[in-house]
């Protein structure tokens, strides 16, 4: 069984920054990849950030702003969010998809993080 955690979420300012942890425990075979989605109030959820071994992806909306990266050794991707937009508001969930054996593919989610970007 494998588990999601998020952390990190919160109260910020516009123009300053946030970091959020994912961290992924239990039993499994392998991580594939790591990715954290956003959704906006009234909104359906979006890709923010993904990462795996073959490359990196970045939504337009944070390219420049946000980095994503990954600890192998841990378990746990990060996103590190700066000048943060009150567009940037949402409820952030994390996404991890790899193989519970190395025949059995597993996409768990985590319970989410809030963002609120506000003055």
């Known amino acids: 069984q494998v588990e999601v955690m998020e952390s990190g979420g919160g109260l910020v300012q516009p123009g300053g920054s946030l970091r959020l942890d994912c961290a992924a425990s239990?039993?499994?075979?392998?991580?594939?990849?790591m990715a954290w989605y956003r959704q906006a109030p009234g909104k359906q959820r979006d890709l923010v950030a993904r990462?795996?071994?073959?490359?990196?992806d970045y939504a337009d909306s944070v390219k420049g702003r946000f980095t994503i990266s990954r600890d192998n050794a841990k378990n746990t991707a990060y996103l590190r969010m700066n000048h943060l937009e009150p567009e940037d508001t949402g409820v952030y969930y994390c996404?991890?998809?790899?193989?519970?054996?190395?025949?059995?593919?597993?996409?768990?989610w985590g319970q989410g993080t809030p963002v609120t970007v506000s003055s």
């Open positions: 239990g039993r499994f075979f392998s991580i594939d990849a």
């Open positions: 996404n991890v998809r790899g193989r519970s054996t190395i025949i059995n593919p597993f996409s768990k």
């Open positions: 990462t795996s071994s073959e490359s990196t």
